[in-house]
C-alpha cells in the first residue's frame, strides 16, 4: 500500500521529518538507499572519519533524545554517530517505518492522480501524494576522469565508499588524491601506518585546529540545563553557535588590537578563527588578507621544510579565506614532517595518468603504488537530487531544468514539481550550515515541510507548486548576496558547482555573502 508521504534518505533530516510526520497520523515512510540508519556515518567509514562541530550542536533538538544520551568526545567520530542513531531508534521507533537497501531511481508526477510514482533499483513502486527528498547535500561521490583509471592493479576507494570491513594499509605504498575533509581525515589517521603516503594535493586546505578532547558524563549532566537555551539559539542565529562574527571591522581595531583577538580565536579551536572573527573578513579583501597571513604563519610554524610549507601555505592565498569550506585538523601539518610522507602539488605537477603500478605525473615520474584512495569529494548540493530521474509536469527532468541554471523557492522546492520539497538542496543556506555542519537546518526544513503538508491535508489541498516568479526573485536574492563575497573568487569550490567538470557554475547557496 502506497503511503501518503515518501522521504527518501533516513539521516538526520529524514529522521526529524518522519519523526514529526507520524506523530500527526500520516503515512509515512522512509525508503533508505544504504543498509541501516544514519545517512552520511552510514555511508562514510574510512579511517578518521568524524564529524567538525562539537556536541551539544551536533545532536537533535529533541528533549527526549538528549536528557538521556551521553557523547565521549567533543567531537565525535562515526562509530559513535551510529550508536547515537540506535539510540534515537531505541527512543524513537523508527526503523519500523523504513524500508532498507531501496535506491529510488526514478519518480514522475502523473497529473491525473496528483500523485507521484517513484520506482526503486529492485523494481518496487509506489504512489505517494509528497516527496520529500532527504538526500543530504553530499550524496554522490565524485572520482575524476583519469585516463587508465581503470588499469590499476591495486586496491582504490572513494572516501564515501570505503568497505565496512576496512582495509588493512600497514606497509602499503598508499596515494591519496584530495585534500579536503575527509581527505585531511584520512591523512592524519593513516600516516603512521603506511610504507609511503603520496599526497597529491589540487588546492591547500586552510584547516583550522579541532583541539578535540573527552568528555564525561557528568560534565554533560552539569551542562543539560543550559541546552534548551543552547538549541533555540541554534535555531535563531546565522551559525547555529554560541559565539557569532565579531562585531567590529577588522579595520577599526589596532595592530595590536587584532593579533590579541586573532591569537585568542586560534587557542580556542574549532571555527572561532572563521567564525567568531571580524564582522567584514568576508567581503573586504584586505581584511581578508589579515585573517589569511595569520593563518599562514601559524601553519608554516608547524612545518620543517620551506617547500612544503609554501604548498600547504602559500605566499600569496590561492582564494580568499572562507571562500572554500576549511577543515579541522588534530595534527595534520605535522603529518607532512615525516620521511614516508610526500606532497604532490598538482598546480604545479599534474597527474598524467593512472597506470598498472600507481600513478604518472607530469614531470614523468611514475609514483609506485599499492592503494589509491579517491578524497575527491562530491557532486555536492545538486548532484544527489539529480542523480534520481524526477519528471514534473510536462515530463521534464529536473536534471534538464537545473542545467540551464538552478531555480528554487526558498531552496525547498522547484517550480514545476508538485508536492515535492527537499532539504539541504542548493540555494538555501546549506554551505553556511556545512560550516558547522549542525542539525538546525533539517530541523527548521524539517518544521517547514511538516507544517505545509500539514496544513494541506487539513484544508483539503490537493497540490503545491513553486511559482517561476518566486523562484526568479529567490535567485536574484541569492545572487545579490554572493556578489558582494568573496565566496565567488574561489576557483574550483563545491560552493560554486566549480569543483565538478561541466557542471553550471554559479553561487548555489543562501547566504554566502554573511559566512563571516
Known amino acids: 500500500?502506497?503511503?501518503?508521504?515518501?522521504?527518501?534518505?533516513?539521516?538526520?533530516?529524514?529522521?526529524?521529518?518522519?519523526?514529526?510526520?507520524?506523530?500527526?497520523?500520516?503515512?509515512?515512510?522512509?525508503?533508505?538507499?544504504?543498509s541501516d540508519l544514519g545517512g552520511v556515518w552510514r555511508n562514510n567509514c574510512y579511517p578518521g572519519a568524524r564529524v567538525d562541530s562539537e556536541v551539544p550542536i551536533y545532536e537533535f533538538s529533541l528533549e527526549e533524545l538528549w536528557r538521556e544520551w551521553t557523547w565521549t568526545e567533543k567531537f565525535p567520530g562515526y562509530k559513535e554517530l551510529r550508536l547515537y542513531f540506535d539510540y534515537v531508534d531505541r527512543k524513537l521507533d523508527i526503523r519500523k517505518d523504513i524500508v532498507f537497501n531501496k535506491y529510488v531511481v526514478k519518480a514522475v508526477f502523473e497529473t491525473d492522480t496528483a500523485r507521484w510514482k517513484v520506482m526503486a533499483e529492485d523494481g518496487?513502486?509506489?504512489?505517494?501524494?509528497?516527496?520529500?527528498?532527504?538526500?543530504?547535500?553530499?550524496?554522490?561521490?565524485y572520482v575524476p576522469d583519469l585516463k587508465g583509471i581503470e588499469s590499476f592493479q591495486g586496491i582504490s576507494h572513494h572516501t564515501a565508499k570505503w568497505p565496512e570491513e576496512g582495509l588493512d594499509l600497514k606497509g602499503k605504498r598508499v596515494g591519496i588524491i584530495g585534500t579536503g575533509a575527509s581527505g585531511v581525515q584520512v591523512i592524519q589517521e593513516i600516516a603512521e601506518d603506511v610504507e609511503q603516503l603520496t599526497v597529491f594535493q589540487r588546492t591547500p586546505n586552510y584547516a583550522l585546529a579541532m583541539r578535540q578532547s573527552k568528555l564525561d558524563k557528568s560534565g554533560q549532566d552539569k551542562m543539560k540545563v543550559l541546552y534548551p537555551a543552547i538549541h533555540k539559539h541554534r535555531r535563531e542565529t546565522s551559525f547555529g553557535y554560541r559565539y557569532q562574527p565579531f562585531p567590529k571591522n577588522l579595520f577599526d581595531t589596532t595592530p595590536s588590537e587584532r593579533l590579541l583577538h586573532f591569537e585568542e580565536q586560534w587557542a580556542l579551536g574549532g571555527f572561532h578563527y572563521l567564525i567568531h572573527n571580524y564582522?567584514?573578513?568576508?567581503?573586504?579583501?584586505?581584511?581578508?588578507?589579515?585573517?589569511?597571513?595569520?593563518?599562514?604563519?601559524?601553519?608554516?610554524?608547524?612545518?620543517h621544510d620551506p617547500d612544503v610549507q609554501e604548498k600547504l601555505a602559500p605566499s600569496i592565498p590561492p582564494h580568499p579565506f572562507g571562500a572554500k569550506r576549511p577543515s579541522l585538523e588534530q595534527n595534520y601539518y605535522e603529518i607532512y614532517n615525516r620521511p614516508n610522507v610526500k606532497l604532490i602539488d598538482l598546480g604545479q605537477?599534474?597527474?598524467?595518468?593512472?597506470?598498472?603500478?600507481?600513478?604518472?605525473?607530469?614531470?614523468?615520474?611514475?609514483?609506485?603504488?599499492?592503494?589509491?584512495?579517491?578524497?575527491?569529494?562530491?557532486?555536492?548540493v545538486t548532484g544527489g537530487i539529480t542523480q534520481i530521474d524526477i519528471r514534473g509536469l510536462g515530463g521534464k527532468s529536473i536534471k534538464d531544468k537545473w542545467a540551464e541554471g538552478i531555480a528554487t523557492n526558498l531552496g525547498l522546492a522547484t517550480?514545476?514539481?508538485?508536492?515535492?520539497?527537499?532539504?539541504?538542496?542548493?540555494?538555501?543556506p546549506t554551505g553556511e550550515n556545512s560550516i558547522v555542519a549542525c542539525i538546525k537546518l533539517p530541523e527548521i526544513q524539517g518544521d517547514w515541510i511538516v507544517n505545509c503538508i500539514e496544513h494541506m491535508m487539513s484544508n483539503e489541498l490537493t497540490c503545491i507548486n513553486a511559482q517561476e516568479e518566486a523562484e526568479k526573485e529567490w535567485r536574484r536574492q541569492v545572487l545579490l548576496l554572493g556578489s558582494i563575497s568573496l565566496v565567488t573568487k574561489a576557483k574550483t569550490?563545491?560552493?560554486?558547482?566549480?569543483?565538478?567538470?561541466?557542471?553550471?557554475?554559479t553561487l548555489n547557496l543562501y547566504r554566502m555573502a554573511l559566512l563571516t
Open 1 to 34: 500500500m502506497s503511503p501518503d508521504i515518501l522521504i527518501v534518505g533516513a539521516g538526520f533530516g529524514g529522521v526529524y521529518t518522519l519523526y514529526h510526520l507520524r506523530k500527526l497520523g500520516y503515512s509515512v515512510r522512509i525508503f533508505e538507499a544504504a
Open 124 to 141: 518496487t513502486v509506489v504512489h505517494p501524494r509528497f516527496l520529500v527528498l532527504c538526500i543530504g547535500f553530499a550524496a554522490k561521490a
Open 415 to 428: 517550480a514545476g514539481f508538485p508536492n515535492m520539497f527537499f532539504m539541504y538542496g542548493p540555494q538555501s
Open 493 to 505: 569550490s563545491w560552493y560554486l558547482g566549480s569543483n565538478i567538470p561541466g557542471s553550471y557554475f
Open 279 to 303: 564582522a567584514d573578513i568576508g567581503v573586504n579583501q584586505a581584511a581578508n588578507d589579515e585573517v589569511y597571513d595569520f593563518w599562514k604563519n601559524k601553519v608554516r610554524e608547524r612545518l
Open 349 to 380: 605537477c599534474s597527474i598524467v595518468e593512472v597506470t598498472p603500478n600507481g600513478i604518472l605525473t607530469a614531470d614523468d615520474i611514475e609514483h609506485k603504488l599499492d592503494v589509491i584512495i579517491f578524497a575527491t569529494g562530491f557532486d555536492s
